[in-house]
T-cell receptor
Framework: GAVVSQHPSWVICKSGTSVKIECRSL??????MFWYRQFPKQSLMLMAT?????????EQGVEKDKFLINHASLTLSTLTVTSAHPEDSSFYIC??????????FGSGTRLTVV | AQSVTQLDSQVPVFEEAPVELRCNYS??????LFWYVQYPNQGLQLLLK??????LVKGINGFEAEFNKSQTSFHLRKPSVHISDTAEYFC?????????????FGKGTLLTVNP
């Protein structure tokens, strides 16, 4: 149980375009989801916490207007990278709470902006 | 505030040797502790977690970890590693009380198992 499905697994986009990443909880309902960014050979950096039916909570230094988070239902949270630039290229991972006090992670999205 | 220190950024070992990946944490309150494994270009997979109870926690793939409150440590061990254990390992902490609290990760330890 507690499976999170993240799509797409990889995406290449042109500079200036927007990219949407979806994170779905398949067998549980999530009022909260977490979005992380991971640079090569580094740890995960929490970007924001999405809250179903309300605004996301962003970590300090994360641009709210660039990284739009929507949590419209209890099973879907999305991260949209707007006007993407090469420096936004990274590995993005979502996470949701499982039912046993832990966290389950999506398989990640490799974004490359060219 | 909480923090996690993984003392070794890289640990090379030979196949079938034992391994210990070290993790220390800092917190003013009690914590939940986790170890995750990440294979290249993949998400994180939970190896094991400590929420309460027995301080020796057994996880998947033959891994175990021991919570030591006095030393604020949660070291990960495996008695005999395989080539397939080569991956990045992350230690993480969260406040107790539910999964709506964010995880704080260590910087990771790259375990490389050589034949």
């Amino acid at each position: 149980g507690a499976v999170v499905s993240q799509h797409p697994s990889w995406v290449i986009c042109k500079s200036g375009t927007s990219v949407k990443i979806e994170c779905r909880s398949l067998d549980f309902q999530a009022t909260t989801m977490f979005w992380y960014r991971q640079f090569p050979k580094q740890s995960l950096m929490l970007m924001a916490t999405s809250n179903e039916g309300s605004k996301a909570t962003y970590e300090q230094g994360v641009e709210k207007d660039k990284f739009l988070i929507n949590h419209a239902s209890l099973t879907l949270s999305t991260l949209t990278v707007t006007s993407a630039h090469p420096e936004d290229s990274s590995f993005y991972i979502c996470s949701g709470p499982d039912t046993r006090g832990g966290y389950t992670f999506g398989s990640g999205t490799r974004l490359t902006v060219v | 505030a909480q923090s996690v220190t993984q003392l070794d950024s890289q640990v090379p070992v030979f196949e079938e040797a034992p391994v210990e990946l070290r993790c220390n944490y800092s917190s003013s309150v009690s914590v939940y502790l986790f170890w995750y494994v990440q294979y290249p270009n993949q998400g994180l997979q939970l190896l094991l977690k400590y929420l309460s109870g027995s301080t020796l926690v057994k996880g998947i793939n033959g891994f175990e970890a021991e919570f030591n409150k006095s030393q604020t440590s949660f070291h990960l061990r495996k008695p005999s590693v395989h080539i397939s254990d080569t991956a990045e390992y992350f230690c993480a902490v969260s406040p107790p009380g539910g999964s709506n609290y964010k995880l704080t990760f260590g910087k990771g330890t790259l375990l490389t198992v050589n034949p």
